[in-house]
């Protein structure tokens, strides 16, 4: 299974960008890049997705390198709210639908 | 409409007892997907559900752990004669399967969790 590496933490100033790096150096061509977040004492919530291309929605934007080995999640103004353990995700085919492996989640903190 | 719902919320329990942990998916969906988060640490991926079969059960963690799903609806995680180091939140999540080629999007919908304390 291919797996992803994140930093264990990382602050970042109120109305700044938030960039949350992740290395997925083993992906699989047809793998794709799933982010989540996971607030305190609450289950894990989607961000966005990619595959190659980079993606953009109303949360955040993802940045995917041209090798594909390595992915960056860009809060583009960071709020309190946004804290919370980030998780970078490598989807996995599997009979019948799809499998997450998740990697060990980066903690960002936003400070007023 | 209703999300993933997960009961006990919490779950308390003597080492050697066996508990068991019970998800409602999103109507509709088809693949439902068990996880454990223990203290300070990642998601760990248990088992999954397509429909009411489990093609794979190499995530548990032992043979005291086991997962059943009848209807395609409702499934039960059962852990037998409770370790200390099943204390843990177990997490459902529940998604469309794929019905046909390959989907871009397969967003998991996570539960609340059950916290397990085994004393």
């Known amino acids: 299974d291919a797996k992803t590496t994140q930093p264990p933490s990382m602050d970042c100033a109120e109305g700044r960008a938030a960039n949350l790096p992740c290395n997925h150096s083993t992906i699989s061509g047809n793998e794709y890049v799933y982010w989540y977040r996971q607030i305190h004492s609450q289950g894990p919530q989607y961000i966005i997705h990619g595959l190659k291309n980079n993606e953009t929605n109303e949360m955040a934007s993802l940045i995917i390198t041209e090798d594909r080995k390595s992915s960056t999640l860009i809060l583009p103004h960071a709020t309190l709210r946004d804290t919370a353990v980030y998780y970078c995700?490598?989807?996995?085919?599997?009979?019948?639908?799809?499998?997450?492996?998740f990697g060990t989640g980066t903690r960002l903190k936003v400070l007023a | 409409g209703a999300g993933v719902s997960q009961s006990p919320s919490n779950k308390v329990t003597e080492k050697g007892k066996d508990v068991e942990l019970r998800c409602d998916p999103i109507?509709?969906?088809?693949?439902l997907y068990w996880y454990r988060q223990s203290l300070g640490q990642g998601l760990e991926f248990l088992i999954y559900?397509?429909?009411?079969?489990?093609?794979?059960k190499s995530g548990l963690p032992s043979d005291r752990f086991s997962a059943e799903r009848t209807g395609g609806s409702v499934s039960t995680l059962t852990i037998q004669r409770t370790q200390q180091e099943d204390s843990a939140v177990y997490l459902c999540a529940s998604s469309l399967g794929v019905l046909s080629g390959v989907s871009s999007y397969n967003e998991q919908f996570f539960g609340p969790g059950t916290r397990l304390t085994v004393l």
């Open positions: 109507s509709g969906h088809t693949a």
């Open positions: 995700i490598v989807r996995v085919e599997v009979v019948g639908t799809y499998k997450y492996i």
């Open positions: 559900f397509q429909g009411n079969s489990a093609p794979d």
